[in-house]
Structures are given as structure tokens and as C-alpha cells.
């Protein structure tokens, strides 16, 4: 069923592809689907307003500073097996030893992740997906995409999401309530992380998160070639 559903989403992203090759396109063109964009944005900024932030302000200030960071840690690790899979596909072998050896290392020594022990002797993380993978095997962007309650994307990080999906180690997890508890604690923990970033936001702020997104995509893609004006945070993995 999963399968079934991933080629069904695949061909329905195609299709709008198609239609937006082939149309003609003003304004901005990396986003064909503004008014949808934009009322999906209205929707999310609304969910985040008045469920996740509150939400989020309430995890930061009963959670210790060194659980969250454990937290943190502990989600970080279980994505390295995405940035090994990522890393091989793209070719980029040193990075996948990388990768491989901080899981190895923060799994055991530092108790499944929980301490960043691999940072500490110098093997740096370093976030790969298959966005970033589809982009060396030379795909474009394709139209900016904003999704309901998962955020901002483009047509192939959101096919690329897809094939991410396959990866975590928490689809394994039985029964499926515990798997969603660690999906919702993930996202509430990133949220909290970000707390006090709505600061930065000026102008309109529908296109100031798209050029961040944007932007940020291009610099985790070239490997940190191009300049960033937005620092370290991951702004990709927080639904905006």
C-alpha cells in the first residue's frame, strides 16, 4: 500500500510538472503556484501560531537545557543512516565513512546518540537527503512547493522527502502510537530550538521564508560553496 501510494503521489507531482512547464509563467518563476502556496502558508502559520508555539514554549521552559540537547543528539544519529545512503548515491565516499562512523560511534559510545561524541573528536555532521542527492544526479528544482503542515519544498525535495521516508529507523517501530510519539517529539524539539527566529522575519513574510528555504537549499547543496545569510539553522527540517 505504501508503494502504491509513493508512485501515486510521484505521478500527480509529474503531472503538475508538466502543466507547469507548459504554462505560461509571471511573476516569479521558480513559483508557478503562488496562490496555493500561499493559502497552504496561511494555514501552516496559523497551525503554528496558535498549536506548536505555545506547545513549544511549554516543552522549553519545563525541559532541562541538557535533555533537550540529548534529544537533539539522539534525532541527529538516527538520521545519519540517511546521510550514509545519501553520501553513496551521490559518490562522495569520505563523507559516507563520515557518516557511517559518527552512527557507529554515537550508538555506542555515546549511548544511541545521546552524546555527540563523534563531533567531539572532530567528524563533523553534515545533513545529506535525496533532495540533495536528485540535484547532483542533475535535476532542477522544479516549482516551489508549499505543503500542508510539512512546509516549504520543491518539487523534487518533496519527492526526495519521499524516498527519505523509507530510511528512518523509527518505521520500524511496533506499535505504530510509539512511532508517532517520537515523530511529534522530533518536531516539537526543532520548534522549540527555533523559538525567538520569528525576529528575523522582514518584509512579506510568505516570500522571506521562501527565499530562505530557498537559498538554504542551495548552499547544503553545493556543500557549503555558495554564502549563507542565514547561519547554521536547519531551516529545512522545521514546517513553516
Not at 90 to 116: A, H
Request: hydrophobic residues 40%; contains cysteine; proline residues 3%.
Amino acid at each position: 500500500m505504501e508503494r502504491i501510494t509513493c508512485a501515486l503521489v510521484l505521478a500527480i507531482l509529474s503531472a503538475f510538472h508538466c502543466v507547469a512547464v507548459s504554462a505560461d509563467i509571471g511573476g516569479d518563476s521558480r513559483d508557478p503556484w503562488e496562490g496555493f502556496n500561499r493559502a497552504v502558508f496561511s494555514f501552516n502559520d496559523s497551525a503554528d501560531k496558535y498549536v506548536l508555539q505555545p506547545v513549544a514554549r511549554g516543552y522549553r521552559k519545563v525541559t532541562p537545557t541538557f535533555v533537550d540537547q540529548s534529544l537533539a543528539n539522539f534525532f541527529n544519529n538516527l538520521g545519519e543512516i540517511k546521510n550514509v545512503g545519501n553520501n553513496a548515491l551521490q559518490g562522495d565516499g569520505g563523507d559516507m565513512l563520515v557518516s557511517g562512523g559518527r552512527f557507529l560511534i554515537n550508538t555506542t559510545v555515546g549511548v544511541l546518540g545521546i552524546f555527540d561524541v563523534a563531533t567531539y573528536i572532530g567528524l563533523t555532521r553534515d545533513s545529506e537527503d535525496f533532495g540533495q542527492t536528485l540535484a547532483v544526479w542533475g535535476l532542477g528544482n522544479g516549482p516551489y512547493l508549499m505543503l500542508p503542515l510539512l512546509g516549504p519544498s520543491t518539487l523534487r525535495d518533496s519527492v526526495g522527502s519521499g524516498v527519505d521516508s523509507y530510511t528512518e529507523i523509527t518505521r520500524g517501530i511496533d506499535p505504530s502510537t510509539v512511532q508517532l510519539g517520537m515523530t511529534m517529539l522530533d518536531l516539537l524539539q526543532v520548534r522549540a530550538s527555533l523559538l525567538g527566529t520569528e525576529d528575523l522575519v522582514s518584509g512579506d513574510k510568505y516570500t522571506f521564508f521562501k527565499d530562505v528555504y530557498l537559498q538554504r537549499r542551495d548552499f547544503l547543496i553545493n556543500d557549503g560553496k555558495l554564502k549563507d545569510d542565514f547561519g547554521g539553522e536547519d531551516f529545512e527540517a522545521f514546517d513553516f
